[in-house]
């Protein structure tokens, strides 16, 4: 059963909020902030007085556009707290959702709230409380959140085999299907060369893990992953093959 403070500095979007939380089974209570001074004055005491006391936190659905500090700073100065309550944000605008993501927050919900959507992010909340045993923060960090039909969602990095530049943009591949994130593909390699990512081609970064084959002919070459073929810059070659090897050796 969650504790929950929902943030909002428009109060009709906070009672609705608190409206559709009340009504989830899943929440033991839910009380409002009309901005992030209150938020943070209430979330500090509850962290203060340990997770048994009643006034306790367990998860902050937290509005990002708000007057004086918006909620990408309170998620920052909560990150400072020694046992933080988990984050979901809520917000009418897609473009922060990279900002999240570097957060740890555990979900994106976009305004105007949907009920099916708001029940997701409870779930997904209710799961890394009830995980008493891990980091509640851990999950989070291995995923990147995607735009799916106006709504965001959280892509699991070990499910990408690749990404593929596309401007300054990079769509990821995974088994199921491809996603186009605003991000610079050589931001991934730089995020993801410790997760075993590495890039083949000024286009391609690829999970050394995923490549089925590499392929040799006529000095050129190409690995496949899947059902997809990808070119090896010259550049490249010599250190993939490195990296092959030593995988191999192991």
Known sequence: MLRVLAVD???????????????????????????????????????????????????????????????????????????????????????FALQAFDLKAVDYVLKPVRRERLAEAVRRVAEQVGDRSAPVHDGA????PVELGGVIRFVPIDEIAYAEAQGDYARLHTATGSHLVRIPLT???????????????????VALGRIDELRLDAGSMSVRIGAAELAVSRRHTRALRDLLMRQGGR
């Open 9 to 95: 500095d428009e109060p009709p979007a906070l009672e609705e909020l608190l409206y559709l939380l009340r009504a989830d089974p899943r929440v033991r209570s839910a009380e409002g902030a009309t901005g992030a001074t209150e938020a943070l004055r209430r979330i500090g005491g509850a962290v203060d007085a340990g997770p048994d006391d009643p006034s306790a936190i367990d998860v902050v659905f937290l509005d990002i556009h708000m007057a004086g500090l918006t909620g990408l700073d309170v998620a920052q100065l909560l990150a400072g707290f020694a046992a933080p309550p988990l984050i979901v944000f809520v917000t009418a605008h897609e473009g």
């Open 187 to 205: 931001t991934l390699e730089e995020r993801w060369r410790s997760r075993g990512f590495v890039r083949i081609h000024r286009r391609h970064l």
């Open 141 to 144: 960090g291995d995923q990147i």
